[in-house]
């Protein structure tokens, strides 16, 4: 990357502190999309909205206009805080600490650094670039797959999350059900008066587990698993409960499909009248082919840089999937911080490794351009 043809690496860092300042916790985006919005139109990028709901928007800027247009994707919103989340950013050296650092500010630092390089240089990169910074990713999954169906089209996607700078080309799939057992009440003292509703979520939750464990796990994954995440159930100790409510987080490997792992689980779901259940959040896996094009600029780029950066699975899912399901594309996942401290009250992320990721996506797109 030209330092001439740059704000210097002390701009990347800025902008990452001025983003983690701003909290942009679902569904609150508005104030730091606002900035960005303000910061792009600055730096002469031409930010243009693409709405998903009222004051909820996906901000677009398009660089050059080549054969072959690649989509450089990260998302603003963040989780809510935790206990110990800090308010604003601290920086000690090299690490910028704060909610949102890796998970995604630095990705969207590292993204605006690349496309103002490639801005600078569109008579000799002759590639069409997108700047797609999304909304609700944490929570419904929706900016991405927004933007397409209002149109968007790109050849190729690197979505930045915070992988170390690894490349993930595969990643699990999400199937949440919604489910709802019914009992019948009795006294504590004689349980067996009753029917336990909680009892019956529990034997609903372990035949779904022996549902999924018949498909072979991929090295690149590992197997598939199922989180009971939410429940709640009964009212007094000393009472039979005669409700319970719960959601699990199945998590898919490739190459099983939303439809295999539906036809999979439904032994556990059907002929049990005194279970309901609702389809919720549901997402395919990522796969994209080791051959890809885009995987090849991407670790060559890593090679000429001198990253130590390696091709992984990601057990996780990320936005790129939606970039590959619905556009019929190449996606990869790729930026700087580390999963690790993601959603942690300990959020952090090296300053200088979000300059690398910039410094990799224009290497990246530099040879996707046959440089």
């Not at 009248?273 to 670790?299: F, H, I, M, N, Q």
């Not at 990799?360 to 996707?368: M, N, R, S």
């Amino acid at each position: 990357m030209r330092a001439d043809s740059m704000r210097g690496k002390q701009y990347t860092a800025e902008l990452l502190r001025k983003l983690v300042d701003i909290p942009s916790v679902f569904p609150n985006e508005e104030e730091a999309l606002l900035f960005l919005e303000r910061e792009l139109a600055a730096l002469g990028l031409k930010p243009r909205r693409i709405d998903v709901e009222e004051r909820r928007f996906n901000l677009l800027c398009r660089i050059g206009n080549g054969p072959v247009r690649v989509c450089l994707n990260a998302h603003i919103d963040t989780v809510s805080p935790s206990g110990g989340s800090l308010p604003q950013s601290r920086i000690d050296g090299d690490i910028l600490y704060g909610l949102g650092a890796c998970d995604d500010k630095a990705s969207i630092a590292a993204i605006v650094t690349a496309g103002l390089e490639i801005a600078s240089r569109q008579d000799e990169i002759d590639i069409g670039v997108d700047i797609l910074i999304s909304v609700d990713e944490e929570y419904n999954a929706r900016g991405v797959e927004s933007a397409i169906r209002q149109g968007y089209k790109c050849d190729y996607a690197i979505v930045g999350e915070p992988t170390g700078l690894d490349l993930v080309r595969v990643h699990n799939g999400l199937l949440w059900i919604e489910l709802a057992t019914s009992g019948v009440a009795a006294h504590g003292s004689s349980p067996w008066v009753g029917a336990n509703a909680i009892d019956r979520m529990m034997e609903v939750v372990r035949d779904l587990r022996d549902c999924i464990s018949g498909f072979p796990p991929p090295p690149i994954t590992g197997p598939m698993s199922l989180n009971l995440g939410t429940i709640s159930g009964g009212d007094l100790p000393n009472r039979v409960p005669e409700n319970c409510k719960a959601v699990v987080d199945i998590r898919l490997v490739p190459p099983v499909t939303l439809h295999d792992a539906r036809n999979a689980t439904a032994p556990a779901l059907e002929s049990r009248e005194w279970l309901r259940y609702t389809y919720g959040k549901s997402r395919e896996c990522l796969s994209t082919a080791e051959d890809s094009p885009l995987v090849a600029a991407l670790t060559g780029a890593v090679e000429d840089i001198g990253v130590m950066s390696k091709i992984i699975g990601m057990r996780g899912w990320t936005e790129a999937e939606a970039f590959a399901t619905l556009l019929g594309i190449d996606a990869v996942v790729c930026g700087p911080g580390s999963m690790a401290q993601a959603h942690s009250s300990n959020e952090f992320v090296k300053k200088s490794e979000t300059q690398l990721a910039a410094e990799l996506y224009v290497k990246t797109v530099e040879k996707l351009a046959g440089k």
